[in-house]
């Protein structure tokens, strides 16, 4: 599986932002997408994920203010990023898990300036 991420940027706090993550190759049998994030210094967090079933997951910390979707038809995950705050500032990664293991994206910086 190869994922490509896109959609990053600066931001102003209270701005929005959606970014996208197209998998292509091997899209079957996928357990999980999503997207994580990362600080400098701090560990990956996941941020939110679409599991089997369809079952959504989010962090606390984006709850009420990020969406995940999914377009299985273009193989593409969403996060839909609203009333961006400083602290979400970070480079974004999507993943998928598969029974293979685990694929990661590029990663896409999201900046919000307060």
């Known amino acids: 599986v190869q994922l490509q991420a896109s959609g990053g940027g600066l931001v102003q706090a209270g701005g929005s932002l959606r970014l996208s993550c197209a998998a292509s190759g091997s899209t079957f049998s996928i357990y999980a997408i999503g997207w994580y994030r990362q600080v400098p210094g701090k560990q990956r967090e996941l941020v939110a994920g679409?599991?089997?079933?369809?079952?959504?997951n989010y962090a606390d910390s984006v709850k009420g203010r990020f969406t995940i979707s999914r377009d299985n038809a273009k193989n593409t995950v969403y996060l839909q990023m609203n009333s961006l705050k400083p602290e979400d500032t970070a480079v974004y990664y999507c993943?998928?898990?598969?029974?293979?293991?685990?694929?990661w994206g590029q990663g896409t910086l999201v900046t919000v300036s307060s």
């Open positions: 679409i599991f089997r079933g369809g079952i959504t």
């Open positions: 993943f998928v898990v598969r029974p293979q293991g685990d694929y």
